[in-house]
C-alpha cells in the first residue's frame, strides 16, 4: 500500500510561485508514474502534469511553460514548481500514483493511489 501526502500549498498573489511536494512511502518509488491534478469548487479533477517512471514529463496545456514536475527518488518525493500563477490555478491539487511500471498517464481513472491534497489559492 503506498501513502501519499502533500504539502507547500497557500495563498499567493498573482504571478507569484509556489513549489508543491508529495512524499511518498509504502512502495517502491521511481517504479510508480506519479501525477498531479487538481480540482475547483464545482468541477471535475483536471490533470496537470506526470512524470513516468523513466523520467518522461507531460503537462496540461495551459500550464506548460508555468509549473515543472520532477522527482527526488533518493527522497521518495515528486515536486510541482508552479510559477506566474494565476486565479484560474485556485484549486485543491491531488498528488496521484499508477500502478509500477505502467505508461504515464493524464486520466485521474487510471491512478490508483491518492494524496489528501492541498489548497492553491491565487489572488488578483
Known amino acids: 500500500q503506498v501513502q501519499l501526502v502533500e504539502s507547500g500549498g497557500g495563498l499567493v498573489q498573482a504571478g507569484g510561485s509556489l513549489r508543491l511536494s508529495c512524499a511518498a512511502s509504502?512502495?517502491?518509488?521511481?517504479?510508480?508514474?506519479m501525477g498531479w491534478f487538481r480540482q475547483a469548487p464545482g468541477k471535475e479533477r483536471e490533470f496537470v502534469a506526470a512524470?513516468?517512471?523513466?523520467?518522461?514529463?507531460i503537462y496540461y496545456d495551459s500550464v506548460k511553460g508555468r509549473f515543472t514536475i520532477s522527482e527526488d527518488n533518493a527522497k521518495n518525493t515528486v515536486y510541482l514548481q508552479m510559477n506566474s500563477l494565476k486565479p484560474e490555478d485556485t484549486a485543491v491539487y491531488y498528488c496521484?500514483?499508477?500502478?509500477?511500471?505502467?505508461?504515464?498517464?493524464?486520466?485521474?481513472?487510471?491512478?490508483?493511489?491518492w494524496g489528501q491534497g492541498t489548497q492553491v489559492t491565487v489572488s488578483s
Open positions: 496521484g500514483a499508477r500502478t509500477p511500471l505502467t505508461p504515464v498517464s493524464r486520466y485521474a481513472t487510471e491512478y490508483i493511489y
Open positions: 512524470v513516468s517512471w523513466t523520467g518522461s514529463t
Open positions: 509504502g512502495g517502491t518509488f521511481g517504479s510508480y508514474p
